[in-house]
């Protein structure tokens, strides 16, 4: 079993690419109790001392599932890490879904009849699909969870009590359906939290780059 030791790393610096020191980093200081909160709430997701029923090795499926439906590659490598030390034999099957569950969203149909208009169609997955993709690796319970994932990723308007009893009726007990649902919305939290911190960082790289080429420029017209 994995030992949690990605906690002892800042891990939304870690997939923004934030060094220790760099200007970002200082601006994420100032938000030190977010930062925590993030911090812990990796550590209570995604590495608890007692997964108990939920164990790392799904919990790190789902992740790597998360990060590959996102298209964020360094997430997708982190995760796909974590997963690989927990269990190996998943890391293949998880990224086949995702290659086949993969869209651009959200979307949906709304319930409310003055939101009907604003409904847009859009892939639809289901526990079956999600095995047939991984060749039948995952099992009933992990390509439920996957099925869940992709309805709250990129169909959250369409979420349903039917989705949850798809969820039990794959042994999925309430809590770690809570668990489950809790580690998705985080993720897609931390994701775009930290794909934002790099578009932030290449900008502000650019504007540094151009400063300087522009100066050096000028520099040259004036000898």
Same mark, same amino acid.
């Given at each position: 079993?994995?030992?949690?030791?990605?906690?002892?790393?800042?891990?939304?610096?870690?997939?923004?690419?934030?060094?220790?020191?760099?200007?970002?980093?200082?601006?994420?200081?100032?938000?030190?109790?977010?930062?925590?909160?993030?911090?812990?709430?990796?550590?209570?997701?995604?590495?608890?001392?007692?997964?108990?029923?939920?164990?790392?090795?799904?919990?790190?499926?789902?992740?790597?599932?998360?990060?590959?439906?996102? $298209?964020?590659?360094?997430?997708?490598?982190?995760? $796909?890490?974590?997963?690989?030390?927990?269990?190996?034999?998943?890391?293949?099957?998880?990224?086949?879904?995702?290659?086949?569950?993969?869209?651009?969203?959200?979307? $949906?149909?709304?319930?409310?009849?003055?939101?009907?208009?604003?409904?847009?169609?859009?892939?639809?997955?289901?526990?079956?699909?999600?095995?047939?993709?991984?060749?039948?690796?995952?099992?009933?319970?992990?390509?439920?969870?996957?099925?869940?994932?992709?309805?709250?990723?990129?169909?959250?308007?369409?979420?349903?009590?039917?989705?949850?009893?798809?969820?039990?009726?794959?042994?999925?007990?309430?809590?770690?359906?809570?668990?489950?649902?809790?580690?998705?919305?985080?993720?897609?939290?931390?994701?775009?939290?930290?794909? $934002?911190?790099?578009?932030?960082?290449?900008?502000?790289?650019?504007?540094?780059?151009?400063?300087?080429?522009?100066?050096?420029?000028?520099?040259?017209?004036?000898?």
């Amino acid at each position: 079993m994995t030992t949690p030791t990605a906690t002892a790393a800042d891990i939304i610096d870690l997939l923004a690419g934030i060094a220790p020191g760099a200007p970002l980093a200082a601006v994420r200081d100032q938000r030190a109790q977010a930062r925590e909160n993030a911090q812990r709430s990796f550590a209570a997701l995604l590495e608890p001392a007692e997964p108990g029923t939920f164990p790392l090795a799904e919990r790190y499926a789902v992740a790597a599932f998360v990060a590959q439906l996102h $298209g964020f590659g360094a997430a997708t490598a982190f995760y $796909g890490d974590l997963l690989g030390d927990e269990a190996p034999e998943l890391v293949a099957p998880v990224a086949a879904a995702a290659a086949v569950a993969a869209s651009d969203g959200p979307y $949906g149909e709304y319930r409310e009849p003055k939101l009907a208009a604003e409904s847009t169609p859009g892939l639809r997955w289901s526990a079956e699909a999600a095995d047939a993709a991984a060749s039948g690796a995952l099992g009933a319970r992990l390509a439920a969870a996957f099925a869940h994932t992709h309805l709250l990723v990129f169909r959250p308007r369409e979420a349903r009590a039917d989705a949850l009893r798809a969820l039990a009726d794959a042994s999925w007990s309430a809590d770690d359906i809570v668990s489950l649902s809790q580690l998705v919305a985080f993720l897609s939290f931390q994701l775009r939290l930290a794909w $934002g911190l790099r578009v932030l960082a290449a900008a502000s790289d650019g504007a540094v780059a151009a400063s300087t080429a522009s100066a050096a420029s000028t520099e040259g017209a004036l000898r």
